[in-house]
């Protein structure tokens, strides 16, 4: 069961908050049908969106095996400089299309790196973005 799956199944009904704290690493179709599902159900859905440093730049070079922890399944990939281009590429135009469906069903999107500083995290981001008072 993939993690838009499992959380549509086990959203709770009727929330006045509901946060979903994830990688992001589903496909849009996939969010979009969980939001389409989940948005009625909670008056207030926030995204919180949490990549690594290696996820945005990977230091990887030459050749590597990636392997999906949720899947455990890995993939043998030679890892150039233009390989890494076109994955940054495809990260953030993937990032752009969540914000803009976040957007489309008012959800409030906000990206965390795991490598910030958790305090500045909470004191300043969240405040500027409305997440805390």
């Given at each position: 069961?993939?993690?838009?799956?499992?959380?549509?199944?086990?959203?709770?009904?009727?929330?006045?908050?509901?946060?979903?704290?994830?990688?992001?690493?589903?496909?849009?179709?996939q969010f979009?049908?969980?939001?389409?599902?989940?948005?009625?159900?909670?008056?207030?859905?926030?995204?919180?969106?949490?990549?690594?440093?290696?996820?945005?730049?990977?230091?990887?070079?030459?050749?590597?095996?990636?392997?999906?922890?949720?899947?455990?399944?890995?993939?043998?990939?030679?890892?150039?400089?233009?390989?890494?281009?076109?994955?940054?590429?495809?990260?953030?135009?993937?990032?752009?299309?969540?914000?803009?469906?976040?957007?489309?069903?008012?959800?409030?999107?906000?990206?965390?790196?795991?490598?910030?500083?958790?305090?500045?995290?909470?004191?300043?981001?969240?405040?500027?973005?409305?997440w805390l008072?």
């Amino acid at each position: 069961m993939s993690f838009t799956e499992n959380l549509e199944k086990n959203f709770l009904p009727r929330n006045d908050l509901s946060i979903i704290i994830t990688d992001g690493w589903e496909s849009i179709d996939q969010f979009a049908i969980l939001f389409k599902r989940v948005s009625p159900r909670s008056k207030e859905i926030r995204f919180l969106h949490v990549l690594g440093k290696e996820e945005i730049d990977p230091p990887y070079r030459n050749d590597i095996k990636l392997i999906d922890s949720e899947k455990e399944t890995g993939n043998q990939v030679t890892m150039s400089k233009r390989m890494i281009d076109l994955y940054k590429g495809k990260l953030h135009e993937h990032m752009k299309r969540l914000s803009v469906l976040c957007r489309r069903y008012k959800i409030a999107y906000l990206q965390v790196h795991t490598g910030e500083d958790v305090r500045k995290f909470f004191l300043q981001t969240c405040k500027k973005h409305g997440w805390l008072e």
